[in-house]
């Protein structure tokens, strides 16, 4: 299949993502649209008591980049703690992926947010944004950031 101008990674996510499906028992779900592009992900984590996301998920009806970017944004935050999730962001998942060319940066912007969003949703349930000043001023709107790389 040609990549044009897409890493072997970014095929490798987008033809075979990681972690795809529905979490009945996840503990926060992100759902995040681009209003532009229509396309739609949604997030799903497992947290433990000690805060390390146990597992994440992910449903993504959009581009390849989108596709790609929300599987390996799964892969990045198995294993971490919530305070280190909410230091992966789109450029390090773009990074993770061997990079994107710079008109699809913007779909990196949506798994960067989509994660956050499902983080909030689960310290919204635990009564417990307030411990993370960092997510104060975090607007699930703002997806069109990168567009011009
Ligand atoms: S074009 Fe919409 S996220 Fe990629």
């Known amino acids: 299949m040609p990549q044009g101008p897409y890493s072997e990674k970014v095929m490798e996510h987008f033809l075979h993502p990681h972690n795809v499906g529905d979490m009945p028992d996840a503990n926060g779900t992100g759902h995040i649209g681009n209003p532009t592009c229509g396309d739609i992900m949604e997030l799903y984590i497992k947290v433990d008591e000690k805060d ?11 581009c390849g980049a989108a596709i790609a970017t929300s599987s390996m944004v799964t892969e990045l935050v198995k294993g971490k703690s919530i305070k280190d999730a909410l230091e992966v ?17 913007h779909c990196s912007v949506l798994a960067e947010q989509a994660l956050r969003a499902a983080i909030v ?7 417990r944004l307030n411990e993370f000043p960092q997510l104060k001023n975090f607007k699930p709107e703002d997806v069109e950031r990168e567009h011009n790389g």
Do not use: H, Q
């Open 89 to 105: 962001s789109n450029r390090a998942v773009a990074e993770a992926l061997g990079g994107l060319p710079k008109i699809k940066m």
């Open 121 to 127: 949703d689960f310290l919204k349930k635990k009564n």
């Open 52 to 62: 390390i996301i146990t597992d994440a998920k992910f449903k993504t009806f959009g």
